[in-house]
């Protein structure tokens, strides 16, 4: 009794299986139908269907071209932006330059103005004996 029931429940899975794939099938068709008819359609209205086409092959290439114009746009700034950071390169490194005989020039003033101090203290000196000497020769 069990295998007959078994046997009978392979049957019916089998069933299901077939109508299911059937049905898959009908789908199919209907769906080639619609697809022949749309066709048919569109051969018969001729012109307007060339028109239609047109149009659309139209807005399919406008957008890869404005696209395409964007990437050239972008390219452009590019070029822009590399020939500025170059100038703006060969800038920085003429006030590197520049900064850096600045600040030798400043460590000359530095010495010449440390030299000047020296000098005149040993000429303040120097003015005190003569000083000294002329005072007491005065009082001789």
């Known amino acids: 009794m069990a295998m007959l029931d078994k046997e009978v429940a392979e049957e019916k899975a089998e069933l299901a299986q077939a109508l299911?794939?059937?049905e898959e099938v009908r789908e199919k068709l209907a769906q080639?139908?619609?697809e022949l008819q749309v066709l048919k359609d569109?051969?018969?209205?001729g012109p307007v269907t060339t028109l239609i086409k047109l149009s659309n092959a139209k807005m399919q290439i406008d957008d890869p071209?404005?696209?395409l114009d964007d990437a050239l746009g972008a390219e452009e700034m590019l070029v822009q932006l590399t020939e500025r950071n170059l100038m703006?390169?060969?800038k920085s490194e003429e006030m590197r330059i520049t900064i850096e005989?600045?600040?030798a020039f400043k460590e000359l003033n530095d010495e010449l103005e440390e030299n000047h101090i020296e000098t005149e203290k040993a000429l303040q000196e120097e003015i005190g004996v003569h000083h000294d000497i002329v005072r007491w020769e005065w009082q001789t």
């Not at 569109?42 to 209205?45: A, D, H, K, V």
Request: charged share 20%; with cysteine.
């Open 65 to 67: 071209t404005a696209q």
């Open 32 to 34: 080639m139908e619609v």
């Open 42 to 45: 569109g051969c018969n209205q």
């Open 88 to 90: 703006l390169g060969e």
């Open 101 to 103: 005989n600045l600040e």
């Open 20 to 22: 299911a794939e059937l």
